[in-house]
């Protein structure tokens, strides 16, 4: 059981580039979603999905986009890649309703800096 | 939105040390977790904790949803338990598990 799958674990970008970080989870989770975290800043949402062919957009969207064809995985696209989206990216994923006890599971992370 | 409020910011603890974590948060929520970030970047899940009291070894946790805060217990701190914690909660949309806020984190720093 693998849990939540990032890749890669660290990115150097150039100005306008783009490029996708991958997030996969074995663990048939209905519900994954993307951070980034920032100095001081906590970690914060940019997009989220509650299910195969439904995403939403978080606190901070802006630059970013998703899509999610399968329960499996969800992929962040980063468009034109600018220096403010240097920063750790965190994908995580949660069951649905029902469980009486659960809580989300974290990837280890993409450290991504764009120069 | 909701606000989440972690203090103290900054934490150092002699090894061996108890410390409280506390974690304060603006409306009713449906969810609450406490993390770990290890030194090496990783979240941790440690407690989810909408209500009530857990433990786990020598972490416990306790939830007063009704006066909207949250307490992480560390005892016999170990230079292990050095990281940053968060506290994050979570709105329910549609019935099912919505998004984790989360606070800024506790950084604590256990010196041997």
């Known amino acids: 059981n693998a849990g939540v799958t990032q890749t890669p674990k660290f990115q150097v970008l150039k100005t306008g580039q783009s490029m996708t970080l991958q997030c996969a989870q074995d663990?048939?989770?209905?519900?994954m979603s993307w951070y980034r975290q920032d100095p001081g800043m906590g970690l914060r949402l940019i997009h989220y999905s509650v299910g195969a062919g439904i995403t939403d957009q978080g606190e901070v969207p802006n630059g970013y986009n998703v899509s999610r064809s399968t329960t499996e995985d969800f992929p962040l696209r980063l468009l034109s890649a600018a220096p403010s989206q240097t920063s750790v990216y965190f994908c995580a994923s949660t069951s649905g309703q029902g469980r009486l006890d659960y809580g989300y599971t974290f990837g280890s992370g993409t450290r991504l800096t764009v120069v | 939105g909701i606000q989440v409020e972690q203090s103290p910011p900054d934490l150092i603890l002699q090894e061996g040390a108890n410390s409280t974590l506390r974690c304060n948060f603006s409306d009713s929520v449906n969810n609450l977790q406490w993390f770990h970030q290890n030194p090496w970047g990783q979240l941790i899940n440690l407690f989810y904790?909408?209500?009530g009291t857990k433990q786990n070894g020598r972490l416990s946790a306790t939830t007063v949803a009704t006066e909207r805060y949250s307490l992480l217990y560390i005892s016999s701190s170990q230079t292990t338990d050095s990281g940053v914690y968060f506290c994050?909660?979570?709105?329910?949309?549609?019935?099912?598990?919505?998004?984790?806020?989360f606070g800024k984190g506790t950084k604590l720093s256990v010196k041997p």
């Open positions: 663990m048939n989770h209905e519900y």
């Open positions: 904790i909408p209500s």
């Open positions: 994050a909660v979570a709105l329910f949309y549609g019935g099912s598990q919505g998004n984790l806020i």
